[in-house]
């Protein structure tokens, strides 16, 4: 009697990709799924006391270092670093998921509408794009935060406008090669809708890289949200921000307290990394050119 091999369906292609693409990935999920649990678990932790009021400021000296009773130490104001840092991950996760999605809902609609139509449709929504697309990311964002104000929804707002023009641009050029494909030209020719066109046979064909982008524009997002909140821009002055809390560490720096711009600027940059190793892994498994020799 022979003993047939147990097999997972569809684990075998793991090895048809490049190992480090593979490991790219789980190194930036494994990262960003730390940052997605302290949000969702911040105010569970909070109700059972093991997570400090990051806007309560405490009884006990002002800037104590890292300590057993205070992880992260304290600022100046008399918040417990570490808490301002583990929820300061629910802002950033809410601006960053907002912004991205709200990009992808405008982005991918005008560039398939726009590429699929062509003409004056075309020219016009490409010269928008165009223009938006030449101004730098973080000046755009924080002109818009200037005119639409603070909150979770206005900084999403700003930095979503600014990430508009990269899904319509990469949409708009897949639709332009997709469209003149003969099974669009069958579906044209049998009486299909422009709707039907857009939304069965064009869409699932022209959105391969909207998932890199997705990714790698939500870390970018989180790298302008800090700099908005740097600036004063970016969310209410009640809502824990690590950008304002950099901000307010500034003057602390010089006299020997590390500790309350060191671990906000780290947790800054740790999800900036998950999310960027998520984006690089996605792309070298979607876009064959991209890939390196393991």
């Known amino acids: 009697m022979t003993v047939r091999q147990f097999r997972i369906p569809g684990l075998h292609r793991l090895s048809q990709y490049p190992r480090l693409s ?53 600022a100046r104001q008399g918040y417990d670093v570490f808490a301002r840092t583990v929820f300061g991950s629910q802002a950033a996760l809410q601006v960053v998921i907002l912004a991205t999605l709200l990009s992808v809902v405008v982005g991918v609609p005008l560039g398939m509408v726009s590429g699929y139509l062509g003409g004056r449709v075309d020219r016009i929504l490409l ?91 939500a870390a970018d997002a989180v790298l302008v949200l800090g700099g908005l909140g740097f600036l004063g821009l970016g969310l209410p002055e009640e809502t824990p921000e690590w950008g304002r809390d950099l901000q307010q560490a500034l003057d602390a720096l010089p006299t020997g307290i590390w500790w309350t711009a060191l671990f906000p600027g780290l947790a800054l940059t740790l999800l900036v990394v998950g999310l960027s190793l998520i984006g690089e892994g996605l792309n070298e498994l979607i876009n064959p050119l991209s890939r390196s020799e393991d």
């Open 22 to 74: 593979i490991q790219m990935m789980i190194a930036g999920m494994g990262i960003t799924l730390m940052f997605v649990l302290a949000a969702l678990l911040a105010p569970l932790l909070q109700s059972w006391g093991w997570l400090q009021d990051p806007l309560e400021s405490l009884a006990n000296p002002i800037h104590d270092p890292p300590s057993a009773a205070h992880w992260f130490g304290t």
């Open 127 to 217: 010269f928008l794009m165009d223009t938006i697309y030449t101004l730098p990311g973080l000046l755009l964002s924080v002109t818009l935060a200037f005119v639409v104000g603070r909150g979770i929804w206005n900084a999403a707002i700003a930095l979503s406008i600014a990430y508009v023009p990269q899904y319509y641009r990469v949409v708009r050029n897949h639709t332009v090669s997709v469209k003149t494909e003969l099974f669009i030209e069958a579906a044209r020719s049998m009486g299909a809708s422009t709707w039907r066109v857009l939304s069965r046979y064009l869409f699932f064909n022209v959105i391969q890289s909207v998932p890199v982008l997705f990714t790698l524009n």
